[in-house]
């Protein structure tokens, strides 16, 4: 039993966890632009930060990525950085080790994590292939989420989960997490639970050149429009990884343009 899983059987002895119905939890990627002058060995590689969404403020949420289920890398490595860790290390840190900046850690809405003794802490220096840790704010510390419209496109809550920054060649970071979460104000210790597919994000690993001719352009842009609306489990021409084709995707294909 993990760690999440005592949590809510703990609650349970007092007062059943809730399942909300619904898609009440979402897995966001937002891509992030490496800065190559302060870190220029990192040229050809990229870097996202993985959040979770929900529909309330939920608390301080516990997260976990399960052996077979779990977040897992497809044709590269995670970036670990020499100066890094496993968490995110102080502003003031990069000064000195500027490629520690995006090294591939985990985190509760941007703070240092406590890790569940469920699993071991992942090697700070290999995460291998799929990512195995279950990670929660540090008892006693507040979560506070980001509500930002002009970011996510919506209103709300997000709490980041992670930074993944990976070696050039990759083409997927994806899988599943589980997440226990307090939805509820004034009742702290009623948990609800969500298992949350992390979808791939094409675009974050590699440019959108769907058609693989070496240029972004107007073949792309025909193949994007195509494809516009849900679609399946392989889907190139989701770019953002949300399950669907739409104005975001658009968006990163015309970013990438040339």
């Not at 060995?41 to 077979?68: C, E, I, K, Q």
């Not at 496993?86 to 520690?100: D, H, K, L, S, T």
């Not at 009623?190 to 675009?203: L, S």
């Not at 769907?210 to 195509?226: E, H, K, W």
Request: glycine share 12%; with cysteine; charged share 20%.
């Amino acid at each position: 039993m993990t760690y999440a899983q005592r949590l809510v059987a703990v609650a349970a002895s007092a007062i059943t966890s809730v399942a909300v119905a619904g898609d009440p939890v979402d897995a966001r990627w937002i891509p992030l632009e490496i800065d190559l002058a302060e870190c220029p060995t990192l040229d050809g590689f990229r870097s996202a930060d993985l959040y979770l969404g929900f529909d309330a403020d939920p608390g301080n949420p516990a997260v976990s990525s399960d052996p077979g289920t779990g977040i897992e890398i497809t044709d590269g490595t995670f970036y670990q950085d020499d100066k890094g860790s496993n968490a995110p290390r102080p502003e003031g840190w990069f000064v000195i080790f500027p490629c520690a900046r995006w090294d591939s850690h985990l985190t509760v809405g941007g703070a240092v994590p406590f890790f569940s003794p469920t699993y071991p802490e992942p090697d700070p220096d290999d995460w291998g292939t799929e990512l195995v840790a279950e990670w929660l704010a540090t008892p006693g510390e507040t979560v506070e989420p980001v509500v930002d419209p002009a970011l996510f496109g919506d209103d709300r809550f997000y709490v980041r989960i992670g930074r993944f920054t990976v070696t050039p060649g990759t083409t997927a970071v994806s899988g599943q997490v589980d997440v226990v979460y307090f939805p509820f104000p004034g009742m702290p210790t009623v948990p609800a639970t969500a298992t949350v597919d992390v979808p791939n994000c094409a675009a974050c690993w590699a440019s959108p050149d769907l058609n693989g001719d070496g240029v972004v352009g107007p073949a792309d842009l025909a193949q994007l429009i195509g494809d516009w609306g849900p679609c399946g489990a392989v889907c190139p021409s989701d770019l953002d990884g949300d399950g669907s084709v739409g104005a975001g995707d658009l968006a990163l294909l015309i970013g990438a343009w040339g």
